[in-house]
């Protein structure tokens, strides 16, 4: 047994810092936070001091028992989880439930998993900092007062199994009153003026009139007014001008670059950032702070002279702007400069790679610039044509990086020719087009980060597991906005001539971007019109203040609470007893049928019409919304449609084919098969031909592309990805093999390869009683018998399991019948 113990949080941590630490130190893993509040109860005491309930789950106790039995043999327990909040409060609940020694007990931190750092942390121990616990402490607390209170209000008064939260409840309001603005958005019609010219050398470049024109009868006016107009160059200015880098990484900003450059969402990019940290490449990874340390300053500088020579070196120092950012801590940088590129895998060098860029680039000289403006004027009018250029004369930081936009569609200036003052120029042609002012931009991941940071909501921890949240709630989706075609007018002069032409263009379309769902709308109403403050801004931000100060010591946790919490408990009986049931009603007509109200409105199971009153004497009539219909965007001739189905397109084969629609979408049915339509396929348009097209598809999805000991393979692609289909077992097709031809020679081996771990993973199988025991991940064993899984604790003596144990595990588990009861 080692002499010291240390603890952090993950495998992955552990496995690097055993590294740099001798024979003296265990380095043992927490698995996360070993103690939380309990998940079926509220777990604060709100009639007292609101002291939290912490519990072991049942899933750590084995973890903790054996940490217990370590801790007590060791001579020196080391706490190593992270230096934020929640690492402090892993630490604290560490030594609480591992009833660890004061005496004996050490707690350290770094930045960075590497030698230098983690033995400067050893010989620099310290105590828990309560503070930093207090702050995460009321953090959790208020959270589960307000989920814990608001989700049973939202059962009883929109619709079962939703939930709110202080974040992400503002999070949905940024983005459904976005949305908002975009469909109230009435644009302004201008006409923009754009000419090409000719120089004396015959060189071709653009211009454009400062100032729109307010409408197509100015415009075509002073396209007239130029018909033979000569014009020359009248003023042309150069400026010499420098870009300046931007910071190095805060957790914000990797997101948002990431998604810009690399396509990630923000919580891939927290995963492979904890990735990159927890192998010791990167410094850690939540931290609000631009600060780079000496030694990075050095490490950088010094790679930049190597690598591009000293007159791209310029050391700065940047400081921090968001509330509440620590000083102390440093921005996201490698752990060592020399390293360029790191090979781990595809996404996690990409990340590493962008890192690495953006740090060195923030100790690079500016880039060097020449902006040219040309002024050109006409003998016809006084109009003004203005030419913009732009030359780089030293790349500076440049070289390595640029940081990039959430839109993508300014007008960059361009090269331009060498022009004089006095140059006659000839006029290619100038055109008016007609131009429409643009609606407000939809949220994606990352700008609704930044926005987040500017409205001062939330901290770096928060972000990801936020916006992950209302995805998987539903009540945002990352939506496919198909837009529509808009027609606009182009004037042209070209030869002394003006003609006019009619265009068109595709507006409105988004992709990828994040839309509210009809449930996030109503939950989103519903919690604005009831209680406001908690999703007022200035209160959530002020909420983040407040943690500041505790973590600072300057305020008492428990006071806070308290003082949040008499009001918000009122507000909270006061609408579960007298707010109306949100429904999210809107009346779309008459049904010319039965005359008969039809309306789109939320039910238990999601947006649907009625048609109908729940008071008539006959039951109302009731059609799920499909594809990307909405309760906004449905119209009264769509929700009719609805309720024609299923309908009949025709027969097929002798077979009848049946339009219909599930639970899981709208299909096709022939005989004993289903086929799904495409996402987002309206089933109305479907005919016969449409239907055949997706039989034989699904058919040939199905045939068999081989067998393997008198077995068919069959081959599909799923939620993971491709695969293939032998005796009921699903194999994943990795990009090893040629997924479109494969061999027989591969099918064998991927099967006898799934066999094979199949083989290592069975450690019993009592084939009478239908049982087996089976590896799992992280040491663990599960004991399984058909639907049924039992994860047994790691301290297990696994191989001494007798089968009379196994049978009483899985009865245990099993669900009791319930019995009617006797009339």
Partial sequence: MAKNLVIVESPAKAKTIEKFLGKDFQVESSFGHIADLPSKELGVNVDGDFKPKYIVSSDKKAVVKKLKDLAKKAETVWLASDEDREGEAIAWHLSEQLKLNEENTKRIVFHEITKKAILRAVENPRNINYNLVNAQQARRVLDRLVGYELSPVLWRKVKGGLSAGRVQ??????????????????????YRVDAEFVNENGKKFKAKLAKNFTNKEEAESFLNDCIGATHAVADLQKKP???????????????QEASRKLGFPVAKTML????????????????????????AKNAAQAEI?????????????????????????????PTNMNKHNVSVDYDQDRLYA????RTIASQMAEAQLERTVVKINNDKNNKQFVANGEVITFEGFLKVYLEGTDHDDDEQAGMLPKLEVGEDLKNDSITATERYSKAPYRFTEASLVKRLEELGIGRPSTYAPTISTIQRREYIAKGTVEGSERKYLQFTLKNDS??????????????GKLVPTDIGNIVNDFLVKNFSNILDFGFTAKVETEFDDIADGKEDWTSMIKEFYQDFHVTVEDVAENAERAKGERLLGID????????????????????????DEEKPRF??????????????????????????????????????NGRFGPYVRFGKMFVSLDKGENPMTVDLDRAVELIEAKRKADAPIGSYQDLPIQKGVGRFGPFIKWNSMFINVNKKYDFDNLSQSDMEELIEDKLKKEREKLIHNWEDVGIRVEKARWGRFNVIKGKIKVELPKTTQIQEMTKEEAVKLIESKTPKKKTAKKK
């Fill in 169 to 190: 409840s503002v999070a949905v309001r940024l983005i459904v009153e976005r949305e908002r603005e975009i469909e109230n958005f009435v644009p302004v019609v201008s």
């Fill in 241 to 255: 001008a420098k870009k300046s880098p931007a910071p190095p990484f805060t957790t914000s900003t990797l997101q």
């Fill in 272 to 295: 492979m950032a904890q990735r990159l940290y927890e192998a010791g490449l990167i410094t850690y990874m939540r931290t609000d702070s631009v600060n780079l340390s000496d030694d």
């Fill in 305 to 333: 002279v190597s690598s591009y020579g000293e007159s791209y070196s310029k050391p700065r120092n940047f400081s921090t702007k968001s509330k509440g950012a620590q000083e102390a801590h440093e921005a996201i940088r």
């Fill in 354 to 357: 962008l890192i690495w860029r």
């Fill in 498 to 511: 003006v003609t006019s032409k009619t265009l068109s263009e595709k507006v409105g379309s988004d992709k």
């Fill in 592 to 615: 010319p049928e039965t005359g008969k109200n039809v309306y789109v409105r939320l039910g238990r199971y999601g947006a649907m019409v009625q048609i109908g009153e729940a008071t």
């Fill in 623 to 660: 059609a799920s919304l499909q594809g990307e219909q909405t309760m906004n965007n449905i119209t009264y001739e769509e929700a009719l449609d609805l309720f024609k189905l299923p309908k009949k397109v025709g027969d097929y084969e002798g077979d009848e084919v049946v339009v219909a």
